[in-house]
């Protein structure tokens, strides 16, 4: 819990601090989901519970990449009633 909290403090950017956010914005939602996932798989590191010995040699960024990689890709569903989107 401490690390995911630690990861979504770190998330935020020196602007979104400045302007008195304590939270990223939501639609920075998979950005930051990446950031706190990386922070809690290196404490989980650290603290010798990991399960997955191939991420241990990855560099910070490799590890976002792999993350960003394995994230669930939602797919947009074809449009009923038009192109504007409108169901009515």
């Known amino acids: 819990m ?7 403090a770190a998330a935020l950017t020196d602007e979104q601090k400045a302007a008195g956010l304590i939270l990223p914005p939501l639609g920075d939602i998979r950005k ?3 950031k706190i996932t990386r922070k809690f798989i290196r404490v ?4 010798g519970v990991d399960t997955n010995a ?10 976002e990449a792999f993350i960003a990689k394995s994230m669930y890709q ?3 569903a074809p449009q009923a009633n038009g192109a504007n989107g ?3």
Do not use: I
């Open 2 to 8: 401490h690390a995911t909290a630690q990861g979504l």
């Open 86 to 88: 409108s169901h009515l």
């Open 74 to 76: 939602p797919m947009q």
């Open 32 to 34: 930051v989901t990446v």
């Open 44 to 47: 989980a590191q650290s603290l």
């Open 54 to 63: 191939s991420l241990r040699d990855m560099s910070d960024a490799e590890l």
